[in-house]
Structures are given as structure tokens and as C-alpha cells.
């Protein structure tokens, strides 16, 4: 049993990796290059309202950095992937996760008329 802050630390760090660890999904990822490498990532259904805020601002470094594995992120920068590459990953990870992106859980449209006549 640590009995140690620096054990104590060690041993926190240990479970949350391990709670983490299970979370992540093998997905392609395209390079500019046409080269294709499997990264670890979170299923779309699991990015933070921060992630996707990136990714609507732009912030494609910022959005990977948050939804990919800290020990893939390097594989990323070395890909270098272009709009279509990060479009098929997204993808990738939506179906991993079992959504499929587009797709909103909201109410449709009726298709009767709620217009006073």
C-alpha cells in the first residue's frame, strides 16, 4: 500500500490511465502524403463541448490535442493530414463509438402544418 505522497501520486496517476485507457478507439488517419497510420482517440460521442469548440473555430491542433491520445498527438503533427484527412477520422471515430456523425438525437419535423389558417 503507497504510504508516500510521490507513491500516492504514482498510484492516482496509475488508476486514472487505467480508467482512460479503455476509453480510446483505433482509428485511420490519411496524411497529406497518402500515408495512413491507426492513432488512439476518443469515440466522437465522447469530445468535450471544448474539442468541438476548437474544431468550429478552426483550431484543428487545439480540437487533437484534446480527443487524441497524448502518446499519438506526435503521429498527427507528422501526418500532417488536409481537410479530408481530418473529415474521414472524425468519421472513423463517430462509427467507432457507434454514432454516425450528422446525425442528431433532436426531434424532427412534424409533417403536419403548425400554421394558424
Not at 487545439?62 to 481537410?83: A, N, R, S
Request: hydrophobic fraction near 30%; include cysteine; charged fraction near 30%.
Amino acid at each position: 500500500m503507497p504510504t508516500t505522497k510521490k507513491e500516492l501520486d504514482a498510484a492516482a496517476a496509475q488508476e486514472r490511465e487505467a480508467e482512460v485507457g479503455d476509453d480510446y478507439v483505433t482509428v485511420p488517419l490519411a496524411g497529406y502524403d497518402g500515408v495512413t497510420k491507426d492513432i488512439r482517440t476518443l469515440p466522437a460521442n465522447r469530445w468535450r463541448a471544448s474539442a468541438l469548440r476548437c474544431l468550429r473555430q478552426g483550431d484543428i491542433d487545439g480540437f487533437m490535442t484534446l480527443v487524441l491520445h497524448e502518446d499519438d498527438y506526435e503521429i498527427y503533427e507528422d501526418l500532417d493530414p488536409d481537410q479530408d484527412g481530418i473529415g474521414h477520422f472524425a468519421e472513423a471515430a463517430a462509427r467507432a463509438g457507434g454514432d454516425d456523425l450528422g446525425k442528431s438525437g433532436g426531434s424532427s419535423r412534424s409533417g403536419r402544418s403548425t400554421r394558424k389558417q
